[in-house]
């Protein structure tokens, strides 16, 4: 039964301290996201990889958060230093894009399969 | 500006009835929509997708319409069951270059025995 896998499940830290958030996408996706859900806002897109290239990180702070896929069965998020407002859920997900012959664009109507997500509290 | 809505209070109905859940956009050209369900504590799940061309799609007890020009999503379940108690999320596919979901704030939904 494959499925993604996030570690760790919960993190607890004081402001200031590295977090890294770790991901093993489904074997064979091709695409990996990166999700932070609040109460207020909702799941936000932080980052979305293809191919294990970066192709949008616009909805990360830049100054603290980083993304990257060092090999197809890990992606990780960190965040250096953290503070109370990065108190969160993130979400991994992985999915499989099919090239759409759609006006040069890419289209993928294929689901996310989320993994179980990482509870983070900054204290 | 760009918006999706669903309903943020809860929807209360009793077993055995349809459940009716609406999400609304503005300022959005999805290309498709895809319904989720989440758990307490777990990561959101595939339920249901349906592409602007198409006005409804089923799956079991589940239903789902697209109307491109009320920009509006309704999601159906009809003998619900408590077990179908859980956050539904809307999401719609966007393109910006390459594909990417923005998904709604979600409509917790509560079927009481």
């Known amino acids: 039964d494959a499925r993604v896998t996030q570690t760790p499940r919960d993190k607890v830290t004081e402001m200031g301290q590295e977090v890294t958030m770790r991901c093993q996408p489904i074997l064979g996706h091709n695409t990996v996201f990166w999700y932070r859900q609040t109460m207020m806002q909702g799941l936000e897109l932080l980052a979305y990889f293809r191919n294990r290239a970066p192709l949008d990180d616009s909805g990360m702070p830049k100054d603290r958060f980083s993304a990257e896929m060092p090999d197809a069965t890990l992606a990780t998020l960190k965040i250096q230093p953290s503070e109370p407002r990065d108190s969160a859920v993130y979400f991994c997900a992985s999915g499989l894009v099919v090239a759409d012959d759609r006006g040069g664009n890419e289209y993928s109507y294929n689901e996310q399969f989320f993994g179980p997500g990482t509870r983070l509290t900054v204290l | 500006s760009q918006k999706i809505e669903q309903n943020s209070e809860a929807l209360n109905i009793q077993e055995g009835k349809t459940a009716t859940l609406t999400c609304n956009y503005t300022?959005?050209?999805?290309?498709?929509l895809q319904w989720y369900r989440q758990d307490p504590g777990r990561g959101p799940v595939f339920l249901l997708l349906i592409r602007e061309n198409e006005k409804e799609k089923r799956k079991e007890r589940l239903k789902v319409t697209f109307d491109t020009t009320l920009k509006q999503s309704l999601f159906h379940i009809t003998a619900s069951q408590p077990a179908d108690s859980a956050t539904y999320l809307c999401a719609l596919g966007v393109n910006t270059g390459f594909q990417k979901l923005v998904f709604g704030t979600g409509t917790r939904l509560l079927v009481s025995p």
């Open positions: 300022n959005y050209s999805p290309a498709y």
